[in-house]
């Protein structure tokens, strides 16, 4: 029987086997709301300032600071500054009525903000020779600056950027319409299993509904993946390979990886197993729970990873090795963010396998298991907002311990 593999070991041979298939990578140009979840192709650099111009951080009245002394002046009121227009100058000894976001007058270098003045509030817009009293203030006070936020030709967002709403909303921020994306890495996706039956479909004895192809699917679209569904393949491994070869016919547009799930372990109709034979592919155990039996190699030349046919295993496999892979070798998507923080709870774990719980993440900041190891907790998945890790030279630890948790 072969050694297990350390995690780290089989997150480097992902790295290695996705290197090839992400090389030059073509881009297309898209409107900025269907680039959502792709990754930035070039570097965008801003064609304008931001903000574009000096603007009120407050509704209030602009002044020229030096206008009011330590204990307050009286101004007059000049024409006021709604957003959206462009101000005359600001005289010396007015104060100019201003709203929230609108252009400073030029001479104007503060702004005081109306519950400071008195009185309180705005003059009637029709009135003549309105008068204000002001406290002092400071130069540059709720004045939001050009450039302030990014100067005009400045690198807003570097290529490789995953783009998610803050993104895209700094794109339009900067009037882009449209942006220049990666192609998505293809991925098809098998899932596999004679009991295997899709979601809305009669559920007969012994059979389960698929729940792996929508979880891996879901989690590569998040990661910018284009994913090509190939349905259940059952376990009769020759209708399996003639999925696998119709997809990966090097003259007919071949998907960039394969991902099945099940039919890597030890049982009697491994089908996963039984149709990579033949083609340069290991099956081997990684020391890790879930996600223990792994399959990594290339059918068709296509890099394949075969995935257990547990559902967290799935989801374990995906975030342990894929999503970590694509980080590194795509720049995108980023990782996850990592916290070390204390257990909710006491946890024993297998010696000699790195065992990832799901757990959530309590309001206090310690994290709570969700359900037992068992790798076809469903449920318990679905109420996890975090993957805890636990080395697997760790057996025991006692409630307050350090752990590290990958926040989902
Ligand atoms: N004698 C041994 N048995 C098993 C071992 C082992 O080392 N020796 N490893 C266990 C571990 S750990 C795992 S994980 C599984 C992996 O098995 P397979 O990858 O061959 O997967 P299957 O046997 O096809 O399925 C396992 C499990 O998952 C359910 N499943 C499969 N596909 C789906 C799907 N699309 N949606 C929902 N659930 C699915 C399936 O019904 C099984 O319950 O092997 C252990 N056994
Ligand atoms: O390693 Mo398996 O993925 O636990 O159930």
Redesign the pocket.
Known sequence: MSVPRSVAAHRQAVVELLTGATAARASHRLPLLEALGGALAVDVHAPIPLPPFDNSQMDGFAVRSKDIPDAGAELWVAAPVPAGAAPAALRPGFAAPIMTGAMIPEGADAVVPIEKATPDTFPDATARDAVVDLPAVAPGTYVRNRGSDIEEGALALPSGTLLGPAQLGLLAALGMTTVEVRQPLRVLLV???D??VEPGEELTAGK??????TLLEASMRQAGLAVVRAG?SDDDPTSLVTVLRSHTDPADNPVDVIVT???????AY?VVRQAMSGHPVDFL?VAM?????QGLGTFNDVPFLG?????V?CLVSFEMFLRPALSEVLGAPAPRPVRNLSLAEPVTSPQGKHQVRRGTVEPDGSVRMEGGPG??LVHALARSNALVQIPGDVTELDEGAEVEVWML
């Open positions: 899932t596999t299993g009991e295997v389960i509904f698929d729940s792996n192809g259940i799930t099940g039919g890597v372990s030890k049982g491994e155990p729970q879930p996600g223990g039996p995935f257990p046919g547990n559902p295993s790798s076809h």
